[in-house]
Antibody, heavy 121, light 106 residues
Framework: EVQLVQSGAEVKKPGESLKISCKGS????????IGWVRQMPGKGLEWMGI????????RYSPSFQGQVTISADKSISTAYLQWSSLKASDTAMYYC??????????????WGQGTLVTVSS | EIVMTQSPATLSVSPGERATLSCRAS??????LAWYQQKPGQAPRLLIY???TRATGIPARFSGSGSGTEFTLTISSLQSEDFAVYYC????????FGQGTKVEIK
């Protein structure tokens, strides 16, 4: 069974750094792109970016370029989403999801369970 | 960036009735369009990809159609478990989601 398991909820202060994770199992981790999706409280889904763990090729939405860093460690089948300086507006649920095809032009399936990030002073 | 616009924002439907959700792209996305269902407190679930192909395990009452800039998700006979928020997503040019349509009980 293909599965993505995300790290637990985080509570941080503005200005702090954070790295959340997404561990894949049940498939060849290096062969499929993985993406990150933001969902702010009570709002819709936002496509943040994707990474190909095989060679770490990474693509960002213009809205998130420079705001976050997406990375992967293929040795432990884990993708990451990282902030260097959090803002209150980063408070959201963050989902990782595997692309459903061996191509960056693909849908998301399956999804991780989500990581809730709360940034508050 | 391609903008995806869903309508209506909220759809009130009685169980057993048909629901028709629309999604429009600001430029052609070919058939590179997916639909997802999200229930409160849960991660989204893929329903449809390639505009019209049902994902594994998705009931036949869900169907997708369209290409280019106009797309439709139809739920032929709403069941209680279908009341949720539905999102379309284009993946022709990286990815963008629509703002969602909430299907609620009438």
């Amino acid at each position: 069974e293909v599965q993505l398991v995300q790290s637990g909820a985080e509570v941080k202060k503005p200005g702090e750094s954070l790295k959340i994770s997404c561990k894949g199992s049940g498939y060849s981790f290096t062969s499929y792109w993985i993406g990150w999706v933001r969902q702010m409280p009570g709002k819709g889904l936002e496509w943040m970016g994707i990474i190909y763990p095989g060679d770490s090729d990474t693509r960002y939405s213009p809205s998130f370029q420079g705001q976050v860093t997406i990375s992967a460690d293929k040795s432990i089948s884990t993708a990451y989403l990282q902030w260097s300086s959090l803002k209150a507006s980063d408070t959201a649920m963050y989902y990782c999801a595997r692309l459903g095809f061996l191509d960056p032009k693909a849908w998301f399936d399956p999804w991780g369970q989500g990581t809730l990030v709360t940034v508050s002073s | 960036e391609i903008v995806m616009t869903q309508s209506p924002a909220t759809l009130s439907v009685s169980p057993g009735e048909r629901a028709t959700l629309s999604c429009r792209a600001s430029q052609s996305v070919s058939s590179n369009l997916a639909w997802y269902q999200q229930k409160p407190g849960q991660a989204p679930r893929l329903l449809i990809y390639g505009a019209s192909t049902r994902a594994t395990g998705i009931p036949a009452r869900f169907s997708g159609s369209g290409s280019g800039t106009e797309f439709t998700l139809t739920i032929s006979s709403l069941q209680s478990e279908d009341f949720a928020v539905y999102y379309c997503q284009q993946y022709n040019n990286w990815g963008t989601f629509g703002q969602g349509t909430k299907v609620e009980i009438k």
